[in-house]
C-alpha cells in the first residue's frame, strides 16, 4: 500500500518561497506514475500545481507556472515543490498525490501558512 | 469560477438516493473523476472515468454521464456518506487538472 508523506515549514512570510518534500513508501518514483502536488485553500476546492515524471519530465497548472518548480530525488524515494514569492492567498494544505489522474493515493497533507 | 459547476449543496434523509452533478462544455470529451473528503481528510476517489467505481468504494456509489453532466449517485444514503464530493476533469484549453467548487451532501 503505498504511503505518501509532506513535509516542511507550516509558516512562510510573504514574498518567500514554500519549500516542501513527499517521501513516498510503497511504490518507487521512478515507477510509471506520474507525482503531483495539490494544494486546498480554506474552504475551498483543491487546486493542482503540478507533477512530475521519473524522467525528469514536469507538467505545471498555467495559473502558477512562473512560480512553481518540481524536483525529484530518486535515491531518497521522494519529490519536492518550491513555489515562490507568496502571498496570503497561497495559504493552503498542500498535499502531494500519486497520479497521473485519478489522483488514488494522498497524503495526509501539511497546512501552509503565509504570514508574517 | 471552477469550469466544472456542481450544486453548492444536497440533502437526503437516510436510505433515500442523492444525485450530484457535474456539469461543462468539454466533458462529452473528458472523463470526469469524483472525490469525497471528509472534515480534516484528503480526498479518496471514489468515482473513475465517469463509471468505474474504485476497488473499495461501495456498491451504493454508481456514476453517469449524459451529454455535457456527468452525475455521481449514492443509493440508500447512509451517514456515512456525509461529505463534500468534487469533481475533477481537465481545463478545456489548457488540459490542465482542474476540480469542481464541490456539493455539500448532508444527510438529514
Known amino acids: 500500500q503505498v504511503q505518501l508523506r509532506e513535509s516542511g515549514p507550516g509558516l512562510v512570510k510573504p514574498s518567500g518561497t514554500v519549500s516542501l518534500t513527499c517521501v513516498v513508501s510503497?511504490?518507487?518514483?521512478?515507477?510509471?506514475?506520474?507525482w503531483s502536488w495539490v494544494r486546498q485553500p480554506p474552504g475551498k476546492e483543491p487546486e493542482w500545481i503540478g507533477e512530475i515524471f521519473h524522467s525528469g519530465r514536469t507538467n505545471y497548472n498555467p495559473s502558477l507556472k512562473s512560480r512553481v518548480a518540481l524536483s525529484m530525488d530518486k535515491s531518497s524515494n521522494q519529490f519536492s515543490l518550491n513555489l515562490t514569492s507568496v502571498t496570503a492567498a497561497d495559504t493552503a494544505v498542500y498535499y502531494c498525490?500519486?497520479?497521473?489522474?485519478?489522483?488514488?493515493?494522498w497524503g495526509q497533507g501539511t497546512l501552509v501558512t503565509v504570514s508574517s | 469560477s471552477s469550469e466544472l459547476t456542481q450544486p453548492p449543496s444536497v440533502s437526503v434523509s437516510p436510505g433515500q438516493t442523492a444525485t450530484i452533478t457535474c456539469s461543462a462544455a468539454a466533458l462529452p470529451k473528458q472523463y470526469a473523476y469524483w472525490y469525497q473528503q471528509k472534515p480534516g481528510q484528503a480526498p479518496i476517489l471514489v468515482m473513475s472515468?465517469?463509471?468505474e467505481r474504485p476497488s473499495g468504494i461501495s456498491e451504493r456509489f454508481s456514476g453517469s454521464a449524459s451529454g455535457t453532466t456527468v452525475t455521481l449517485t449514492i443509493s440508500g444514503a447512509q451517514a456515512e456518506d456525509e461529505a463534500v464530493y468534487y469533481c475533477?476533469?481537465?481545463?478545456?484549453?489548457?488540459?490542465?487538472?482542474?476540480f469542481g467548487a464541490g456539493t455539500r451532501l448532508t444527510i438529514l
Open positions: 498525490v500519486r497520479g497521473p489522474v485519478p489522483f488514488d493515493s
Open positions: 475533477q476533469s481537465a481545463a478545456s484549453i489548457s488540459g490542465s487538472v482542474i
Open positions: 472515468k465517469d463509471t
Open positions: 510503497g511504490d518507487s518514483v521512478s515507477s510509471n506514475k506520474w
